[in-house]
């Protein structure tokens, strides 16, 4: 299984979110991202659903770098259209 991060884009700054970019680690399945976050600080309690139903923990560039350091793969825009993708077949996604 596989971990992976893309790269950090803008976002808007909000009450409980004071970065003003983000990146999203995904993984192979629910419970892989939920392990490898918890071993590089994030809480499950952060795990987020795209609309899709995918997946996936968003990050500062501080924890992107530590996720990198950690094993996670860097994904361009196609690998994570291909990750959601194969997420929604295996029926994990909406």
Request: aromatic residues 8%; charged residues 25%.
């Amino acid at each position: 299984m596989s971990v992976y991060v893309d790269h950090a884009i803008g976002c808007l700054v909000a009450n409980n979110w004071q970065w003003t970019r983000v990146a999203h680690l995904m993984a192979d399945t629910e419970t892989e991202l939920i392990r490898f976050g918890k071993r590089i600080g994030c809480k499950p309690k952060w795990l987020m659903h795209s609309r899709t139903g995918v997946p996936h923990f968003d990050v500062t560039i501080r924890m992107r770098d530590k996720a990198l350091k950690a094993g996670a793969i860097p994904a361009d825009r196609k690998k994570v259209v291909e990750i959601m993708k194969a997420f929604t077949a295996q029926g994990e996604g909406k």
